[in-house]
């Protein structure tokens, strides 16, 4: 393989994607050549455009609606005909028939209620369409984005250059694993995965061309605000001088939090429907989706165009009574703005936490969004979580004060569309430094000039073309400590169950293509036969290194993930004997986390993979 002539960064997101690149050539120190790809995607049957964003967006259309050749792009033309269509006419053609679109796929890749490799979307489709796994969703996404690439610059073929594909920092390492497989699948070579906020601040720092060692300072933390379709992500950054020059670190993330674009949507539409009920028009489940997509397209208009006051909303009928066959309303950039102002930024003290209710014995299946759809809430929990996360970096010590109830931002990044709204930019700033105020704090300023639809995908670009050894890195690796449950060895009392401790196979912090063993621990593993371990994962317990046992931790210190489940092969010995090991932990460097059972004199490894089936699947 040759080397690469660009570095090419991914936004695989939750409603847009996109793709970026840097002339690795061309480029020479901080000041990169970049780009951002026009991708080919299908608009209308038969019509081809291309548009800087591809909408994350797939629709499996019945098997006559097409007519030969309407679902024809440059790259397979002479191909057989496929069974469905990705992007713009997707999205499009989904908001008048839902039942058979596909969207918040990545969401679902990080569901672990369900098996993300099986075929569930659209989950509430009819039997007669066809479904797909979230999994698969994704692999088209990608395999797209990739044709592209190769329709435009088929001298530099997609799989000789460097490849970075973003992700939410909140991700557990088998929503890693499985975005990695669907880039795998998608025919990506050669792999790495990058944060979503980290890609946000690598975009800023590349499109200030320098300028950005005069914006911030040693001791400055950066908050990064990350609201996008599906998800709130939230990254502290922290600035350090080392030998003249300064260096970011990642110093801590959010955990992950279903709470993003698409509860805006829904929650609009449902103020739409209370209009169109007292109007005497009651919807159905059909028309409340084709309702919700309708909701999204308004609110970006009315959101990013302050001249816009009023849009119509066109919902289609199935009566034959209605005249013209559709219900029709509309939804003022007033309504907009004051809804998700009041329902998802009310203004709240410091001290504020999401609220918690009881839910039912029995619910649909579906995401598992947040049940507190406030993100100031959410914001405030997270800046009370770290509170000490900067206590041990240099340069950071006694900086809070004692009486301090949250850590203090000094800056703050916005990305995500949603971000578009100055209104909404404006009271997250304006709540964060209400905060800071009532602490004797100086308020935090706003990191201007973030290209919100295109930031990740630019920022992802600019990381590959930093490790190669060229502009400034943001130092970080794990965003969380790893622990596997440990049940202690106690004689059977009924009523009650062994204790467990948490055993650290991976401290936080841990860089990629590390690999640290357990010093002294050893197990019996269980071969040729299904075993599985119970898996935490901490964002707060900073100082634990690997082979750190915990006998007690509070309740929001460690935090349950999917549990590991492996069958070993047994290679020469009988299914079911135990195996003396040695735990490995390793971060590749992709930016998965592997766990591998050694056997004693390094003869035999085997990989411990992390469930990605759900908590109810089994092998």
Request: with cysteine.
């Amino acid at each position: 393989m040759s080397d690469p002539r660009y570095a090419i960064g991914i936004d695989l997101g939750t409603t847009h994607s996109a793709l970026s690149y840097v002339d690795l050539e061309a480029s020479d120190g901080e000041q990169s050549v970049h780009g951002v790809l026009a991708v080919p995607q299908l608009t209308a049957p038969g019509n081809v455009g291309e548009l800087p964003l591809l909408p994350s967006f797939l629709y499996l259309p019945h098997a006559e609606e097409m007519a030969p050749g309407e679902l024809s792009l440059p790259w397979r033309e002479q191909e057989s005909p496929t069974d469905y269509v990705v992007g713009e006419m997707a999205r499009n053609r989904g908001a008048t028939t839902p039942i058979r679109l596909v969207s918040s796929a990545k969401s679902w890749l990080c569901h672990p209620g369900v098996d993300r490799r099986a075929a569930i979307l659209p989950n509430d489709a009819p039997p007669e369409v066809a479904r797909v796994s979230p999994i698969e969703a994704s692999t088209r996404y990608l395999a797209h984005l990739r044709a592209a690439w190769d329709a435009a610059y088929p001298e530099a073929p997609f799989t000789e250059q460097e490849i970075t594909v973003t992700i939410p920092a909140s991700f557990d390492p088998a929503a890693r694993e499985l975005t990695a497989e669907a880039a795998t699948t998608a025919g990506y070579a050669a792999l790495t995965l990058l944060e979503e906020p980290q890609a946000a601040l690598y975009s800023w720092i590349q499109g200030s061309e320098g300028r950005w060692r005069k914006e911030v300072k040693p001791g400055d933390i950066i908050l990064v605000v990350d609201v996008g379709g599906g998800t709130s992500d939230f990254s502290l950054i922290a600035i350090l001088e080392r030998d003249g020059q300064l260096e970011p670190h990642r110093v801590a993330v959010g955990e992950h939090i279903l709470l993003g674009g698409d509860n805006m949507d829904l929650a609009l539409a449902h103020l739409v429907a209370r209009k169109v009920a007292a109007a005497g028009t009651q919807l159905d489940p059909w028309q409340m989706r084709s309702l919700t997509y309708a909701c999204r397209s308004a609110k970006e208009s009315l959101l990013a165009d302050p001249e816009l006051a009023a849009l119509p909303i066109v919902i289609p009928s199935r009566s034959s009574k209605l005249i013209g066959g559709s219900i029709r309303t509309e939804l003022t950039r007033e309504e907009v703005t004051s809804f998700i102002l009041e329902g998802f930024f009310p203004q709240v003290e410091a001290s504020a936490r999401p609220t918690v209710r009881a839910r039912a014995g029995l619910t649909q299946l579906g995401l598992p969004y947040a049940q507190d759809a406030a993100i100031t809430r959410h914001l405030a929990a997270f800046l009370g979580r770290q509170l000490d996360a900067t206590s041990e970096l240099e340069g950071f010590a006694g900086k809070l004060g004692a009486d301090a109830s949250f850590l203090h931002p000094t800056a703050v990044l916005f990305n995500g569309g949603v971000f578009k709204s100055g209104i909404l930019v404006q009271r997250i700033l304006s709540t964060v430094n209400d905060w800071l105020y009532l602490e004797g704090a100086e308020g935090a300023r706003m990191l201007a000039g973030a290209d919100l639809d295109l930031a990740v995908a630019r920022g992802a670009a600019y990381y590959s073309y930093v490790r190669r050894g060229h502009g400034v890195r943001i130092r970080g690796g794990t965003a969380r400590s790893y622990y596997v449950a440990v049940e202690s060895a106690m004689p059977a009392i009924p009523g009650m169950e062994p204790p467990i401790q948490a055993l650290c196979v991976a401290p936080f912090g841990m860089e990629e293509g590390s690999e640290e063993e357990l010093p002294t621990q050893e197990f019996g593993l269980v071969v040729g036969a299904p075993v599985h371990f119970r898996f935490f994962g901490s964002s707060v317990r900073r100082q634990d290194q690997i082979g750190t046992m915990l006998d007690f931790w509070d309740a929001d210190e460690l935090q349950e993930l999917n549990e590991i489940h492996a069958t070993l092969s047994s290679e020469g010995r009988q299914a079911g004997d135990v195996v003396q090991v040695k735990l490995h932990a390793k971060v590749t460097e992709a930016g998965t986390l592997e766990l591998m059972a050694v056997a004693r004199g390094d003869s035999e490894r085997w990989k411990v993979e992390f469930d990605v089936r759900g908590q109810s699947g089994g092998q």
